[in-house]
């Protein structure tokens, strides 16, 4: 298990920290471009996450079918190609198309997710989670300074031209890596063909219909969109509002996402392990949701330096928390035979707070000041709280027939 999780971890490592090279100057180059006060924060982490959305379930259902490798080397192939689009897309249409395509090729996270638990037994899984999802955490500790050394041009202007293509290079890196490291970890015996009659739940109906016929995971979903709405409202606008408030530079900025992430993969990989064994997952996720709101007040009534790193540590080890805790109460509730395409819909419930929170982001703070987006998501990620007061602990899941 510990060779398996280390490779993986590694390849989604690699692609995390080329996407992060690209996250930082990349909402300055849509304003650079003419891009309206919606498309400023959208089009970026909006529109990758679009087309994250949709793409998400099917590579889950696909590596199913045909095994978590073939899903993984084919979208991070997509990946590459994703990349050098974007250095070389010179008008905000070429841009966005551009990040949408890289959006369709990262739908990988379900497969990445997948393999994981397909390599962990029961009592390691919320550890085993946390550890892969660190990754995400230090491939953003790593990309956005370089994104905000490389993505200043000599004049001063925001550019995606060298972010892009170095993404592209550690993009193809993570492919080569995959390749020749990463077993399959899906036996053959265990997918399920495209054209297979779908997997009944205990009450019946198809996987899908069984996901949204219970509660417990409807309402983990659920707390997983809205909490995932902060989180990207906070980061999509977060240059602008460093800019305006502070006047802090890109770099400045690049070097903030990093201690962000930073304090992300210390609650992923340090904290999660022990929290959950002496907690519990739904007390972790309860927990962590109230971190998070915090995290967002804290954004909003910063007027001082000291209060904006008070912001950043809360915010970001609450989320760190948050989704390995979450993700293990949701793998429990799943059949084995149909785990990918469970993730697969989990992570598009991600995704689509990752859709909502930067349309919402842009309006709000352009119309009505800096405050707006982070008391907007506040409230949000208390009624997520609630939602998660419904889910069962991990074990009494685990335990049912």
Not at 53 to 82: E, F, M, Q
Not at 141 to 163: E, K
Not at 269 to 280: D, E, K, Q, S, T
Not at 370 to 390: C, D, E, K, Y
């Amino acid at each position: 298990m510990k060779k398996e999780l280390g490779v993986l971890w590694l390849v989604v490592f690699i692609s995390l920290m080329g996407f992060g090279v690209t996250t930082v100057p990349f909402p300055l180059v849509t304003e650079q471009m003419g891009a309206s006060d919606f498309w400023k924060t959208f089009g970026g982490a909006g529109v990758f996450s679009v087309f994250q959305l949709i793409a998400t379930p099917l590579w889950g259902r696909y590596s199913d079918a045909v095994g978590r490798k073939p899903i993984l080397l084919l979208s991070l192939a997509g990946s590459v190609l994703a990349y050098v689009w974007l250095a070389y897309a010179n008008d905000l249409v070429s841009l966005l198309v551009a990040r949408a395509f890289g959006g369709i090729m990262s739908g990988n996270l379900s497969a990445a997710f997948a393999y994981a638990t397909d390599v962990t037994d029961v009592k390691n899984r919320a550890r085993g989670l946390g550890i892969i999802s660190s990754a995400f955490g230090l491939g953003f500790a790593i990309g956005p300074p370089l994104g905000g050394l490389l993505g200043t041009a000599a004049d001063g202007s925001a550019s995606l031209y060298w972010p892009a293509l170095l993404s592209a290079a550690l993009a193809l890196l993570a492919l080569i890596g995959t390749w020749l490291l990463l077993r399959e970890s899906l036996p053959v015996e265990m997918r399920r063909p495209m054209g297979a009659a779908p997997i009944a739940a205990a009450g019946g109906g198809t996987s899908f219909a069984a996901i949204f016929s219970k509660p417990v995971l409807v309402g983990l979903m659920a707390a997983a969109l809205v909490v995932s709405i902060g989180g990207s409202a906070m980061q999509s606008v977060y240059q602008f509002w460093a800019r305006d408030l502070f006047a802090y530079s890109l770099q400045d900025v690049g070097f903030q996402f990093m201690a962000f992430a930073i304090c992300t993969a210390t609650g992923q990989a340090l904290l999660i392990g022990p929290l959950v064994r002496r907690f519990g997952e739904k007390r972790v996720a309860l927990a962590a949701t109230a971190g998070v709101t915090i995290g967002l007040l804290l954004f909003a009534a910063a007027m001082h330096p000291v209060l904006v790193w008070a912001a950043i540590i809360v915010f970001g080890t609450s989320q760190g928390l948050f989704t390995p805790a979450v993700t293990s109460l949701v793998s429990f509730e799943a059949d084995p035979r149909s785990r990918g395409t469970v993730m697969g819909a989990f992570n598009s419930a991600s995704s689509s707070g990752r859709v909502i929170g930067p349309a919402v982001s842009g309006p709000l703070y352009f119309t009505f000041g800096h405050t707006a987006p982070f008391l907007f998501s506040a409230v949000l990620t208390v009624a997520g709280g609630l939602m998660l007061l419904r889910a069962r602990p991990a074990a009494q899941s685990a335990a049912r027939p």
